[in-house]
Nanobody, 115 residues
Framework: QVQLVESGGGLVQAGGSLRLSCAAS????????MGWYRQAPGKQRELVAT???????NYADSVKGRFTIGKDNAKNTVGLQMNSLKPEDTAVYHCNAQQLGNDYWGQGTQVTVSS
């Protein structure tokens, strides 16, 4: 089992920045990718950004050029730097880890962007 704990959400004005962090613990051997997904009220959960153990990244088109995902393999953490935030970025952001065909999720952290 992998446990994921997110931190760093909050309220920010449009154009501002926030940084999210996710720490993985438990049986972390074999985690081959981590990432961030978000879910806004009334909408399905959607991919924000992912990063593989080798460092390959993937971003949703809506966040390219504004968000940056990074990782620290030694600390088993993944971060998401969010710049130029927009009201439409408002959502609960969930950390995800993929391990040996299984998906693990954190509880989520709220990000609210005011206009």
């Amino acid at each position: 089992q992998v446990q994921l704990v997110e931190s760093g959400g909050g309220l920010v004005q449009a154009g501002g920045s926030l940084r999210l962090s996710c720490a993985a613990s438990g049986t972390i051997f074999g985690i081959n990718a981590m990432g961030w997904y978000r879910q806004a009220p009334g909408k399905q959960r959607e991919l924000v950004a992912t990063i593989t153990r080798s460092g390959r990244t993937n971003y949703a088109d809506s966040v390219k050029g504004r968000f940056t995902i990074g990782k620290d393999n030694a600390k088993n953490t993944v971060g998401l730097q969010m710049n130029s935030l927009k009201p439409e970025d408002t959502a609960v952001y969930h950390c995800n880890a993929q391990q040996l065909g299984n998906d693990y999720w954190g509880q989520g952290t709220q990000v609210t962007v005011s206009s």
